[in-house]
């Protein structure tokens, strides 16, 4: 597979549950004097930097983009935090951030590595992430969506609020919407708070622009907008054989070309989701293998509990729906 762009979303814990990356640490850096030197790949290792973007490129295909972004923003921070050990103070960068493309593009993923990279660097105390949506947010009538959005930003205190599907906090149709407080209580926080919570907005592309055209006070703090392309054909086909892998099963050879067809029609199809589509289709012949080796006669190996096989594709309505 290709280095270059790696990225699909992993499975999704609990909508609104802080997620912790594990053992993450950052230590504090000590004052040098006007004549020292820094060793600056030293550094990024020591403080935990290669540990975050290497786990992103693990799990993530593809994605160069937005790869690069992250990397020059960590780039920024590691320099920032050494000029600081010089007594060459700057001030703190707004980090609150756009992620915008379509479904199963692995927003999640790069902002749950983006919150360990900052705590790693010291930017987050913790370095959790809340992830809501609307409905976390915004209440339903008068005086119930101030203490929502409260709350949710009192779990989200240091560490990163990630919004899916921000724009759905801005109705401009529905005069007696409550989603424009929440805003004003985002943007209160996102200023006032800015040294211990990062806001990061989710969406759709277009619809991203014209929530920020209506609010120009939240576009004003964003600082960084992010775009995850769609995968293409072989970025597919190499996350479905990364996903594989991890769950001890592979395609036979017949199978592979039949997977590559069956996405080659899918991603023609409404509701396609990129990463979140192939592992549907995944857990489907999945189900489809157990069916089939279950009803088949005689003994069976652990070659036939990893294989799959054609007919596990086949029977799915990407297939018989076209043929007819």
């Known amino acids: 597979m290709s280095g270059d762009r790696q990225g699909f979303a992993l499975p999704r814990p609990g909508e609104g549950a802080p997620r912790q990356p594990p053992d993450l640490a950052p230590a504090a850096p000590e004052s040098r004097p006007d004549a020292a030197h820094v060793d600056l790949a030293c550094e990024r290792s020591a403080a935990g930097v290669d540990a975050v973007l290497d786990a992103l490129d693990s799990e993530l295909v593809g994605l160069v983009p937005v790869k690069t972004r992250i990397r020059e923003i960590a780039a920024l921070l590691l320099v920032d935090r050494v000029r600081a050990t010089f007594g060459l103070a700057a001030g703190r960068p707004s980090l609150h951030m756009s992620f915008t493309g379509n479904p199963g593009t692995g927003k999640t993923t790069v902002a749950l590595r983006?919150?360990?990279?900052?705590?790693?660097?010291?930017?987050?105390?913790?370095?959790?992430?809340?992830?809501?949506?609307?409905?976390?947010?915004?209440?339903?009538?008068?005086?119930?969506?101030?203490?929502?959005?409260?709350?949710?930003?009192?779990?989200?205190?240091?560490?990163?609020?990630?919004?899916?599907?921000?724009?759905?906090?801005?109705?401009?149709?529905?005069?007696?919407?409550?989603?424009?407080?929440?805003i004003e209580i985002l943007l209160q926080f996102m200023e006032n708070h800015r040294d211990d919570l990062v806001v990061i907005l989710a969406?759709?592309?277009?619809?991203?622009?014209?929530?920020?055209?209506?609010?120009?006070?939240?576009?004003?703090?964003?600082?960084?907008?992010?775009?995850?392309?769609?995968?293409?054909?072989?970025?597919?086909?190499?996350?479905?054989?990364?996903?594989?892998?991890?769950?001890?099963?592979?395609?036979?050879?017949?199978?592979a070309a039949v997977f590559r067809e069956y996405l080659t029609r899918r991603m023609t199809q409404p509701r396609f989701a990129n990463a979140r589509s192939v592992r549907n289709a995944l857990e489907r012949a999945r189900l489809r293998h157990a069916n089939r080796l279950a009803a088949a006669s005689g003994a069976i190996g652990k070659d036939d509990l990893m294989r799959l096989e054609p007919a596990d594709f086949l029977s799915s309505r990407v297939f018989t729906e076209s043929a007819g």
């Open 203 to 255: 969406g759709y592309a277009g619809r991203m622009e014209s929530f920020f055209a209506s609010n120009p006070g939240m576009s004003s703090r964003i600082a960084h907008h992010l775009e995850f392309p769609d995968y293409t054909l072989d970025e597919l086909v190499a996350i479905g054989d990364l996903m594989l892998r991890r769950q001890h099963y592979r395609l036979s050879g017949e199978a």
């Open 114 to 182: 983006m919150a360990g990279l900052l705590h790693r660097l010291g930017y987050l105390r913790s370095g959790h992430v809340v992830s809501v949506t609307r409905d976390d947010l915004v209440g339903q009538y008068v005086g119930h969506t101030a203490p929502k959005t409260r709350d949710v930003l009192k779990r989200a205190m240091g560490g990163v609020l990630f919004i899916d599907e921000a724009y759905y906090l801005y109705r401009a149709e529905n005069e007696r919407d409550y989603g424009q407080e929440s």
